[in-house]
Each structure stands twice: as C-alpha cells, then as structure tokens.
C-alpha cells in the first residue's frame, strides 16, 4: 500500500469528489480515439476545476464590508511602486492576500475553538486578521506578527473602522524575534495561522511546539502546504518554497507529539493539534473517562429545568446551562416570560420549551417534571430558583407576606424538589440546585426583610437535608446563595434604588453580582465535575458577608 492510501478509501473504486472526478476525466482524455473527444474532456475538466473557487464563494457567508474594502484595496495597491520607493522591504504582491474565503475558514476555526487569543505569522495587509479579530469576544486579541512595518499602517484604518483595532496586536519584525517575545512575555496561544515565508515554517512551528505557546484544544494552522501542488508533484520548476513546505510537511507527519490533517483547500491547509501523551500515569493526567476538566463540565445531552427562568437570574441560568449543552425547560407562573427566554434559546441553537407551572401547587410541580420529561426526554438538573422578595420592619410585617414569602421561597422550593427527586432517584441521578441568598448567611440592611431571610435559610437547611438524604443515590443538592444581585426587580423599585450606594459600602468588590457572575458557578453544579459535591452553600458575594 503506499503511504498515505490507509485514508483514500475510494482510490480505486468510483470517481466521488471533485478532485476524483478530475482525475477520471484527465485520464479519459489522455487515452481519447481522437482530438475531438480529447477536446471535449479537457473542456469539462476545465469547467469543474474553475468553478470551483468561484462556487465555493457563492456559497459561503461573504467577508464583512469591511474586511472587502480591505481585500479591495490589498489587490489593487501598486506594490511594485511601494517597494520601489522603499516603503517595503520586500517586493509584495497582491497574491499573498489570503482572501475572504480563507479568512472566513480561519475566523470559523478559531469559532469552534472558542479561541480568545490568536496567532498570525504573516498579516500582509491584514484581511484575515480582521476577519478572526472580528470573530473574537471582546477581550480577545490577535497577535499579527510581520516583517513589514508598511503593513501595520495599511491595515490599521480598517481595523479600527471595523471596531476592532483594540483586539490586534501587530508586531513588527522577523517572526522568529517576534515569537521570542511574545514567549517570554507568557503569552499562549488558542489558535495559530502560520502563513509567513515558507522556509521560516519549520522554525516557527518549533517555537511553537517547544515552548509549548499552543494551549491545551488549541491548534496550528498552516496556508500553503501544498504548495500549487509542487510538494507533491515538482514540474521542474526550482522553488525554495515548495522544498521547505516538504521539509515541513514531513516533520510534522513525524511528529510524535501531534495529529495533521492537510486540506486540499485554497493552496492547501495544515491543521495540527496535539496528542494526548501515550505515557500517561492516571486519570489525573488523562482526564476521567478521558474527558478532560473542560469537557467534564460539558452538559451535552442532559435536559434542565429552571423556575423563574423568564427573567433576571433564572434566564442567565438558563442561557449558561444552554450554551453548556443542555436542553433546557423554562418554567415561569407567568407564560409571557417563559415563552420569550425559551425563544430566546431557540434563536441560540438550544434546545427548549416554555412550562407554565405556580410552583406553590404541588400538583403543578408535578406537571412542570412530566412535561419537561414529555417534551424533551428527561430530567437531569433542576434549578429551584423562583423566589420572591418583600420589604417590611419585623414588628410591620403583615401575615400574608410572611405566608406569600414562604409558600414560594420555602415551601414551593420544597415541592420542586420533591417532584424533581423523585424522578431523578428512579433514574439514579440528578442535580438539583436550589437559589438561596446571602441572606441565609448575614442579615442585609438597611433593608428589612425578616420574612425573605428566614425563608432562604430554609433553603439551605432543605438543601442540606435533601444533600444527605439522597447522596448515595445519585442525586445531589446544593443550593447558590448570590449576593445583591444588579436586576430589574432593583432597578425599576423606588424603594431598593436608593439603597445602591450604602450596599456598595459593604462589598469588598465595590459592585453588585450581576447575573453574569452567577453563569460558571451554575454549570458547574450541573456538571459531572461537582459529583461529590452535595448539601452545599456556594456563595457569590464579593465578599459582601465576610465584612
Ligand atoms: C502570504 S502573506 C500573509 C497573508 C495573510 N496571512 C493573509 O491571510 O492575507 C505573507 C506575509 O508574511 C510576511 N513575512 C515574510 N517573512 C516574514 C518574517 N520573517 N517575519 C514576519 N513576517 C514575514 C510578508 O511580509 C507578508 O506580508
């Protein structure tokens, strides 16, 4: 077999790809009767190879406006004159801009990476750059190492045109320094795209990969690694280039450290990403089950349930449980709310549904876990976090908020997770976290509020009992006490508004949570990865009741 065949599973039967096709057709031609025939297949393999590139634009997402006045403007700049006059080092041409497409393909891998900071060996005028920049969270960055300081100025009025000016980094000089620099400075890497001067390659790849300046998931990504095709198949032509990328291209084939797919796109492109070492001790190393700490916190598969998940907390529980995985059910006494946050999630990708359920009703609590389980299969974490809030002096305090406070904070919690339990001891497993408050912990003023703080520190006595009761079956409970949490509820009161400045006092942080704060901590608590973690009172405060 030669080398490499074990991939190409239809080398020998029927033509399957485009390049297959070509392949079919070019020999057809070659062993035509007659010229006329010979013609006629050149002529459709022709059309197959040029339309491919035009093909493959039409139908992906074009670069943004930005980014094609910058393409626009890299293809018809006089290089020849800029290099004559001396502005660039280099004679440069049009024809190292990557293009739309190929930046579209970086941004898209650096997406699935969820890459925060990025690596560019080779920014040209930058339009791949300003694609990924522009694909990156807000305080992502993206290091565009290059040779010629004319680039920098080039690109800059695109990127900050683009909004993006703050997340690229251009660092001028050769590569190597560049690299060297950036190395000792701490600085790692989620994605790099090597696309710089091909014998420096081999090189660059080996800073990279032994100063270990990729992160963990992370990848290298290489342009040009066919090289027009001369890496695999030279026309005689003598090209340095093409030599080197063989070089390379063998190197990395080696590599023990490393796994390489190469792509037949554009002039062809590497991506290498690092093996799981073979010499592991344990699972430490390893990680459980193979799953590594990241991926233990994934919740693929799993449905959740979330009470108040119309608004506020609930609904950021909601979108953090979604964007970990999980399909999620939105259950709110009012249908509006539940329907927009579930919405909401659809728009995102996740799967949900809207349950209309008044938790103080055992009844409905019941409903609320069929029709989760009905609707989408299951029931595997529950968040009990609908509560409601009332301020009064204890010696004021009316019976019926007393009640009303209790009925849904404390009692209707309780029957949450006792219709939850029940399903998730039959399955054997289940997360239940329960929102608390800090008031379960410290009494908050200048706010009073006897019967809120008493029914949330019956939350966390409920959660602990629970914690204990159904711990070696499966099942865990904790409960979340937040402290004074920026939303709606204080912003629109006239009452609680004015109290911002003295809470602030009395938060080391010097700020309220905001809903925001609250996301990691609840995943978390979903997660295979807090599987010995049951009765417990995570607090996230700003330190608000240590002082
Ligand atoms: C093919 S272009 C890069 C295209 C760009 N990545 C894109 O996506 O459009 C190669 C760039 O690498 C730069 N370059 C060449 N040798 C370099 C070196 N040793 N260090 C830094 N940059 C270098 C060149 O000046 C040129 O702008």
């Given at each position: 077999?030669?080398?490499?065949?074990?991939?190409?599973?239809?080398s020998?039967g029927?033509?399957?790809?485009?390049?297959?096709?070509?392949?079919d057709?070019?020999?057809?031609?070659?062993?035509?009767?007659?010229?006329?025939?010979?013609?006629?297949l050149?002529?459709?393999?022709?059309?197959?190879?040029?339309?491919?590139d035009?093909?493959?634009?039409?139908?992906?997402?074009?670069?943004?406006?930005?980014?094609?006045?910058?393409?626009?403007?890299?293809?018809?700049?006089?290089?020849?004159?800029?290099?004559?006059?001396?502005?660039?080092?280099?004679?440069?041409?049009?024809?190292c801009?990557?293009g739309?497409?190929?930046?579209?393909?970086?941004?898209?891998?650096c997406?699935?990476?969820?890459?925060?900071?990025?690596?560019?060996?080779?920014?040209?005028?930058?339009t791949?750059?300003?694609?990924?920049?522009?694909?990156?969270?807000?305080?992502?960055?993206?290091?565009?190492?290059e040779?010629?300081?004319?680039?920098r100025?080039?690109?800059?009025?695109y990127?900050?045109?683009?909004?993006?000016?703050k997340?690229?980094?251009?660092?001028?000089?050769?590569?190597?320094d560049?690299l060297?620099?950036?190395?000792?400075?701490g600085v790692?890497?989620?994605?790099?795209?090597?696309?710089?001067?091909?014998g420096?390659?081999l090189?660059?790849?080996?800073?990279?990969?032994?100063?270990?300046?990729?992160?963990?998931?992370?990848?290298?990504?290489?342009?040009?690694?066919?090289?027009?095709?001369?890496?695999?198949e030279?026309?005689g032509?003598?090209?340095?280039?093409?030599?080197?990328?063989?070089?390379?291209?063998?190197?990395?084939?080696?590599?023990?450290?490393?796994?390489?797919?190469?792509?037949?796109f554009?002039?062809?492109?590497?991506?290498?990403?690092?093996r799981?070492?073979?010499?592991?001790?344990?699972?430490?190393?390893?990680?459980?089950?193979?799953?590594?700490?990241?991926?233990?916190?994934?919740?693929?598969?799993?449905?959740?349930?979330?009470?108040g998940?119309?608004?506020?907390?609930?609904r950021?529980?909601?979108?953090?449980?979604?964007e970990?995985g999980a399909?999620?059910?939105?259950?709110?006494?009012?249908?509006?709310?539940?329907?927009?946050?579930?919405a909401?999630?659809?728009?995102?990708?996740?799967?949900?549904?809207a349950?209309?359920?008044?938790?103080?009703?055992?009844?409905?609590?019941?409903?609320?876990?069929?029709?989760?389980?009905?609707?989408?299969?299951?029931?595997?974490?529950?968040?009990?976090?609908?509560?409601?809030?009332m301020?009064?002096?204890?010696?004021?305090?009316?019976?019926?908020?007393?009640?009303?406070?209790?009925?849904?904070?404390?009692?209707?919690?309780?029957?949450?997770?006792?219709?939850?339990?029940?399903?998730?001891?039959a399955?054997?497993?289940?997360?239940?976290?329960?929102?608390?408050s800090?008031?379960?912990?410290?009494?908050?003023?200048?706010?009073?509020?006897?019967?809120?703080?008493?029914?949330?520190?019956?939350?966390v006595?409920?959660?602990?009992?629970?914690?204990?009761?159904?711990?070696?079956?499966?099942?865990t409970?904790?409960?979340?006490?937040p402290?004074i949490?920026?939303?709606?509820?204080?912003?629109?009161?006239?009452?609680?508004?004015?109290?911002?400045?003295?809470?602030?006092?009395?938060?080391?942080a010097?700020?309220?949570?905001?809903?925001?704060?609250?996301q990691?901590?609840?995943?978390?608590?979903?997660?295979d990865?807090?599987s010995?973690m049951?009765?417990?009172?995570?607090?996230?405060d700003?330190?608000?009741?240590?002082?």
């Amino acid at each position: 077999m030669a080398p490499g065949a074990e991939n190409c599973i239809h080398s020998t039967g029927q033509p399957d790809t485009p390049v297959e096709v070509l392949v079919d057709v070019l020999s057809k031609a070659l062993r035509a009767p007659d010229a006329g025939e010979m013609k006629r297949l050149v002529e459709q393999a022709y059309k197959l190879v040029a339309g491919l590139d035009p093909y493959l634009d039409t139908v992906s997402t074009p670069p943004s406006p930005v980014c094609q006045e910058l393409i626009h403007a890299s293809l018809s700049h006089p290089w020849a004159d800029a290099h004559s006059q001396g502005k660039t080092r280099f004679l440069q041409k049009k024809e190292c801009c990557a293009g739309g497409l190929e930046g579209r393909f970086i941004a898209t891998l650096c997406r699935l990476a969820a890459a925060k900071t990025v690596l560019e060996v080779g920014m040209f005028t930058g339009t791949t750059t300003l694609a990924v920049a522009q694909q990156l969270p807000e305080d992502g960055k993206v290091y565009a190492l290059e040779i010629e300081e004319y680039m920098r100025d080039f690109s800059q009025p695109y990127f900050r045109r683009a909004g993006v000016d703050k997340k690229v980094d251009v660092v001028v000089g050769p590569a190597s320094d560049s690299l060297e620099r950036l190395a000792a400075l701490g600085v790692r890497f989620d994605l790099a795209f090597l696309d710089a001067d091909k014998g420096g390659y081999l090189g660059y790849y080996k800073q990279l990969m032994d100063n270990n300046l990729i992160l963990p998931g992370g990848a290298i990504v290489v342009d040009n690694t066919l090289m027009k095709g001369r890496t695999y198949e030279p026309d005689g032509v003598k090209d340095e280039s093409a030599d080197a990328i063989r070089e390379f291209n063998d190197f990395v084939r080696r590599d023990a450290r490393v796994d390489v797919v190469v792509l037949p796109f554009r002039d062809g492109v590497s991506i290498i990403t690092r093996r799981a070492p073979t010499d592991a001790k344990d699972e430490v190393a390893t990680g459980l089950h193979g799953n590594l700490i990241m991926q233990r916190l994934k919740l693929n598969g799993r449905v959740a349930l979330i009470t108040g998940g119309g608004q506020g907390i609930g609904r950021a529980f909601a979108h953090a449980l979604g964007e970990a995985g999980a399909a999620i059910a939105i259950v709110d006494v009012v249908r509006a709310t539940a329907e927009a946050t579930a919405a909401e999630l659809a728009g995102k990708g996740i799967r949900s549904v809207a349950v209309v359920a008044d938790i103080t009703r055992a009844k409905d609590c019941e409903r609320m876990v069929a029709e989760t389980v009905a609707a989408l299969g299951g029931l595997d974490i529950a968040v009990n976090n609908a509560g409601v809030n009332m301020n009064n002096a204890a010696e004021d305090t009316p019976e019926d908020e007393w009640d009303m406070t209790f009925n849904v904070n404390t009692k209707g919690l309780f029957l949450c997770c006792q219709a939850e339990g029940r399903h998730m001891l039959a399955a054997g497993r289940g997360r239940i976290i329960n929102t608390a408050s800090m008031a379960s912990l410290l009494v908050p003023h200048p706010q009073k509020q006897i019967a809120y703080n008493a029914s949330k520190a019956a939350v966390v006595k409920i959660t602990q009992t629970l914690g204990c009761e159904w711990a070696d079956r499966g099942v865990t409970v904790n409960c979340m006490s937040p402290g004074i949490v920026n939303t709606a509820l204080i912003q629109e009161s006239d009452a609680l508004r004015p109290l911002c400045k003295e809470w602030l006092a009395q938060i080391p942080a010097g700020r309220l949570a905001e809903v925001t704060d609250l996301q990691a901590a609840i995943v978390l608590l979903a997660s295979d990865a807090a599987s010995y973690m049951t009765g417990h009172n995570l607090v996230l405060d700003g330190g608000h009741t240590l002082w």
